[in-house]
């Protein structure tokens, strides 16, 4: 019996079309029938998890994850079976950790030791940290906030002082006044700094939860790229350029950012720099396969010799959709048999 590739959904949400199924799902399983290769959707409910890893461990050779992880209640539960489902040979497609791996925020602080992440790049796991550091990382420069959950610039923070430092001081005291842009929609706020604080501790307690501190790139008014990818093969490049008004900083479409698709090959010093990093990023994030579908996003800076240089400023692999562009559908089959193959010869 031919295994299948099995397309995990699960029911309701807003990424759904009036049959029930995200929009660039059935193209994909489509293209995969057209090539001769069996496939299904299955929505995953926690209530049959066993009977669905039953299922698919018999039935499936591989899996492709197009779950939104902000339409999951059971994303634990989920997790754990995709792992089970991985240990028993089936292909993941990507395998959990991965999706954890290249889809937090802190990827920015485990890359610090590429050309991607600047150095003064911090994570806070604890607001002890949180406390003692970003005091000190603010006296340097403006920063930018951003929690670990969330989505479309929520809690993403720009953060500067309203007043200059004095010459030789290194740490900015509690009650200097700052102004902080959220990315969400780009509306400006004024705090006292150790007032902030406490409202970003929020962000830190609960599951996951965490901040990431980067130094605020000027730049991002020229737009931010995003580097579409099957697996290590740039597609396209969308170009996302903020509302032109005074503290705009979001890239989003919500927050009147405007969007441009290019070709790879017209941002080949980003796409080649990014793909000789990729063995390095891979080990860093755990040495799993590269995600089947995932982005890269990147602000632009400028390098001490003067010269234009790309910050990673994001990654997602968690459910990248394309329903704009649903020809990529065939592109996406093409690269699932080439990674079906690839695997096959490795345990042949």
Not at 62 to 74: D, F, K, M, T
Not at 188 to 195: A, C, I, Q
Not at 253 to 270: M, N
Request: aromatic share 10%; net charge negative; charged share 25%.
């Amino acid at each position: 019996m031919e295994k299948k590739v099995i397309f995990f959904e699960v029911q309701g949400g807003s990424d759904k079309g009036t049959d029930g199924y995200r929009k660039d799902t059935m193209p994909m399983v489509d293209a995969l029938k057209e090539r001769g290769q069996d496939a299904e959707v299955i929505f995953f409910d926690v209530t049959k998890k066993d009977k669905i890893f039953n299922y698919v461990k018999e039935n499936g050779i591989a899996y492709v994850s197009r779950i939104n992880p902000g339409n999951l209640q059971h994303e634990a539960e989920y997790f754990d079976m995709l792992r089970d489902l991985c240990a028993t040979g089936v292909i993941g497609m990507p395998h959990p950790d991965a999706m954890i791996g290249y889809g937090s925020k802190d990827v920015l602080s485990k890359l610090v030791s590429t050309n991607l992440v600047p150095d003064d790049t911090f994570a806070y796991y604890t607001i002890e940290a949180f406390k003692d550091q970003f005091p000190k990382a603010l006296a340097i420069t403006e920063r930018v906030l951003k929690q670990n959950r969330g989505s479309t610039g929520e809690g993403i923070w720009r953060v500067k002082l309203v007043d200059p430092l004095a010459e030789g001081i290194t740490e900015v005291t509690l009650d200097a006044q700052i102004k902080c842009t959220e990315a969400k929609d780009n509306h400006v706020e004024y705090w006292k700094l150790g007032e902030f604080m406490s409202f970003c501790e929020q962000y830190i307690t609960g599951e996951n939860g965490m901040l990431i501190d980067m130094r605020f790139l000027p730049r991002i008014i020229e737009g931010e790229i995003r580097l579409f990818m099957l697996r290590d093969k740039p597609v396209h490049v969308v170009h996302k350029k903020p509302a032109d008004s005074e503290d705009a900083f979001s890239a989003t479409l919500f927050s009147g950012a405007q969007y441009r698709y290019d070709s790879p090959e017209e941002w080949e010093e980003l796409v080649q720099n990014f793909l000789t990093q990729l063995p390095q990023v891979t080990s860093l994030l755990g040495n799993y396969a590269l995600p089947l579908i995932w982005t890269a996003d990147f602000m632009l800076d400028t390098d001490e010799a003067g010269k234009d240089c790309y910050i990673l400023g994001e990654m997602n692999c968690s459910c990248v959709g394309f329903t704009s562009e649903l020809t990529l559908a065939h592109q996406v089959a093409e690269e699932i048999l080439a990674c079906l193959g690839e695997t096959v010869a490795i345990t042949a």
